[in-house]
């Protein structure tokens, strides 16, 4: 058993699932050119803001993205309330987000043909019951179960409903189906390590459509509306934000999309993630006493990684709050409405090496809190 301390602590301590860490080498000089005090409007702030759509496009031409209020969940929220309505709507959950989802729909919106389909903290519903002629509404991953849905062969191609999916710590970590994913939603604090701030919506010429067509019948405040006199408002999509944005935020998540670019792109940007998974997998396979929540390996996020400790009389909070005191790792206690464990942020930001250097702590706490 481990008990002296071990002598590397990881050189980043940042594990939180968001706001993430930072790219590596990041530093507050690199937004040097962040257009302070200048308007969003202006042709500097609006060509800024038209860059972070352009760098963000790993995804169809005719997608069109555009930065929306509220972070992720305004995003998610615009996308309820602007296209459910017209058909029924099959909400997918498995753990505290898409429970969310489906609460709004639910007790918000007050849609009556909804159909959930659960799974405990751990699993995924059976995804094929999700009908092609109804509105399909999931998060890609589980940020506080750490359970993703390994791919989108569920997902009629030739489906009439829309797909909605919140993909907050999915985007730029792991590979979507975009031609599956009708309106999908991001935020900026998440796999690139941007400041939490405004949210990035997608859609597709489908969600497009209907937004042209469908009339909600209820009021929609002046940020969830993307149709001006009617029509799409195109501007939007093209930087012109519906209200103001942080200009520093713009200029840090400009700076994350470079660095990405630098790496080489969304492939880069998966391996590192995956890579962070198969160090973690690694360290779980040969200790005692963690386990993955997640049950199907297939079905573990690369992004929010969540553990389990195989004994239950072992309190995960006391654990992270030791390696918190020592500057080991922050924020890796497991979200306050899943179940007791570990949640261990592994996106492309995070250094392997940083993980590696976490192991011998982790084993090191766990040996102090059972002493
Ligand atoms: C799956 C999921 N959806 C929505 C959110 C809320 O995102 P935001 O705080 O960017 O609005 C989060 C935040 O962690 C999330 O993980």
């Not at 969310?100 to 751990?122: H, K, M, N």
């Not at 701030?197 to 209820?218: C, D, F, N, Y």
């Not at 012109?240 to 660095?259: C, F, G, Q, R, Y």
């Not at 670019?261 to 391996?271: N, S, Y």
């Amino acid at each position: 058993m481990i008990t002296d301390k071990p002598a590397t602590r990881p050189r980043n301590p940042c594990f939180s699932s968001g706001p993430c860490a930072k790219r590596p080498g990041w530093t507050l000089e690199g937004l040097a050119n962040a257009a302070l005090g200048r308007s969003h409007r202006s042709a500097l702030g609006k060509a800024k803001l038209s860059e972070v759509i352009e760098r963000s496009r790993a995804l169809p031409r005719d997608y069109r993205i555009g930065i929306v209020p509220a972070s992720d969940t305004g995003a998610v929220e615009l996308a309820l309330w602007s296209l459910l309505g017209p058909r029924g709507v099959d909400v997918l959950a498995w753990e505290s987000f898409g429970e969310a989802w489906a609460a709004d729909i639910s007790t918000q919106l007050r849609l009556d043909d909804v159909r959930l389909f659960e799974a405990p903290y751990g699993g995924l519903p059976d995804l094929s019951q999700a009908s092609p002629d109804r509105d399909i509404v999931f998060a890609w991953n589980g940020t506080t179960s750490g359970v993703r849905v390994p791919d989108g062969k569920w997902i009629a191609a030739d489906r009439e409903g829309l797909t909605i999916c919140d993909a907050t710590s999915a985007a730029f970590a792991m590979a979507l189906p975009w031609h599956k994913l009708d309106v999908t939603t991001w935020s900026w604090q998440k796999a690139l390590g941007g400041e939490a701030q405004h949210g990035m919506i997608a859609l597709s010429p489908r969600a497009v459509e209907r937004l042209q067509t469908h009339r909600p019948k209820w009021p929609l405040p002046k940020i969830f509306r993307l149709i001006q006199d009617g029509r799409l408002n195109e501007g939007i999509f093209a930087g012109e934000t519906i209200n103001t944005p942080s200009m520093l935020a713009v200029e840090d998540h400009l700076d994350a999309l470079k660095w990405a670019e630098r790496l080489g792109g969304l492939p880069a940007l998966i391996a590192r993630s995956e890579a962070n998974l198969a160090a973690i997998e690694a360290w779980v396979a040969r200790t005692q006493w963690p386990a993955f929540l997640a049950a199907d390996k297939p079905q573990r996020s690369c992004t929010s990684v969540c553990l389990k400790i195989v004994d239950p009389a072992v309190t995960p909070r006391k654990l992270a709050a030791l390696l918190e005191a020592e500057n080991v790792a922050f924020d890796i206690d497991a979200y306050r409405h899943a179940p007791p464990g570990l949640r261990i942020w592994a996106g492309a930001t995070v250094e392997t090496e940083d993980l590696r250097a976490l192991f011998p702590w982790l084993d090191w706490a766990y040996a102090e809190v059972t002493a």
